[in-house]
């Protein structure tokens, strides 16, 4: 046990530094070719912070773990808004950009609907989670054509070595942020375990969260170095990734309907914390912002959440 607890340790200090300059290498990538951040975070940030929940869920397939697989996607949905966005904005206010509210905030909306639809008959087929993967490739396309980038930011330039270097050093430190966060996961798993905890509860919640923690520590290191859209945009885009990347892998893999009549507490969770999402984001007032108090609803209700799986 005490290994255990050592080895969760260890997993938190690289999940921590690997946050911190894959934060600093892409806003680095943002300044030197002026693309705007909040494509940077819902594309490169927030695709690449998924990878831990894409890790976990192949090899919890790789083992016959179809819950811990489906759990992992909705609570990593969950934990991004509940636990990522409202412990980031309770640490300081978030600015939330126009292009959230009139572009991304919509395609997550279109996304997590779609997803919703296709299971409302209780099963996941393999057809559905194919119409989902192609939404994903949809959702690529339409960021990449949609996004103005001459009109970015006019930041100097960096100069500080090519679009490899910055590349390199990009995906080396995120993988020092996976190997944390799957540290972290397997030490967590084994001591939920030991408390006899079914698949599906230990993937929605230990593992969910765990797998949540590098979307937290880039969405901290974002708010420290003052980039709010970088923050914002690896939530979404993290999100969307765990529905229309994540979801559809058990279907994929086993070319079988996945059993979905018993996950509408979770879907029902998702739909409500999205609302708030979008209704705290869009509130009319002078600061497009999501404020500590509104962090704090967020926070609480993902609580809630965790604590209900339990009973």
Same mark, same amino acid.
């Given at each position: 046990?005490?290994? =255990? ?7 938190? #200090? ?7 300059? +894959? ?25 690449? !912070? ?7 869920? /192949?090899?919890?397939?790789?083992? %016959?773990?179809?819950?811990? *697989? &489906? ?19 309770? &640490? ?9 509210? !009139? ?27 194919? $119409? ?17 980038? %001459? ?16 590349? /390199? ?6 993988? +020092? ?6 540290? #972290?996961?397997? /030490? ?12 599906? &509860? &230990? %993937? ?6 765990? !797998? ?8 901290? +290191? ?8 970088? *923050?914002?945009?690896? #939530?979404?885009?993290?999100? #969307?990734? *765990?529905?229309? %990347? ?7 893999? /086993?070319?079988?309907?996945?059993? !979905? ?5 979770? $879907? ?5 914390? =999205? ?27 993902? *609580? ?8």
């Amino acid at each position: 046990m005490l290994f =255990t607890f050592a080895s969760f340790f260890f997993g938190l #200090i690289l999940l921590l530094l690997g946050s911190h300059q +894959m934060v600093q290498e892409a806003i680095g990538i943002a300044k030197k070719y002026q693309v705007p951040p909040l494509l940077i975070g819902t594309l490169l940030v927030g695709f690449g !912070t998924s990878v831990p929940e894409l890790l976990v869920s /192949t090899n919890a397939l790789l083992h %016959g773990s179809v819950g811990l *697989c &489906v759990g992992n996607a909705l609570g990593s949905y969950i934990g991004n808004i509940g636990l990522v966005l409202g412990f980031s904005a309770l &640490v300081r206010p978030i600015s939330i950009p126009s292009s959230v509210l !009139t572009h991304d905030l919509p395609l997550l909306s279109i996304a997590l609907m779609s997803a919703v639809f296709l299971v409302i008959d209780g099963d996941l087929s393999v057809i559905d989670s194919c $119409f989902l993967v192609i939404l994903l490739f949809g959702y690529v396309l339409v960021s990449f054509t949609n996004s103005q980038l %001459g009109e970015a930011s006019q930041s100097p330039k960096v100069s500080d070595g090519s679009i490899w270097w910055l590349l /390199t050093k990009f995906v080396f430190f995120m993988l +020092m942020l996976l190997l944390g966060s799957e540290i #972290i996961v397997q /030490t967590a798993t084994e001591i939920a375990k030991d408390f006899g905890l079914s698949e599906l &509860v &230990v %993937g929605l919640s230990v593992v969910a969260v765990g !797998t949540s923690l590098p979307e937290l520590a880039t969405a901290l +290191m974002s708010l420290y170095a003052r980039e709010d859209e970088l *923050c914002v945009g690896n #939530i979404i885009g993290s999100n #969307i990734f *765990c529905l229309l %990347g994540i979801l559809p892998l058990p279907a994929l893999v /086993t070319f079988d309907s996945i059993a !979905t009549e018993n996950l509408w507490r979770e $879907f029902s969770v998702m739909i409500v914390m =999205t609302l708030l999402f979008w209704i705290f984001a869009a509130k009319f007032d002078k600061n497009k912002q999501i404020n500590r108090f509104e962090g704090g609803a967020l926070l609480l209700s993902f *609580c809630v959440y965790i604590v209900s799986l339990f009973h």
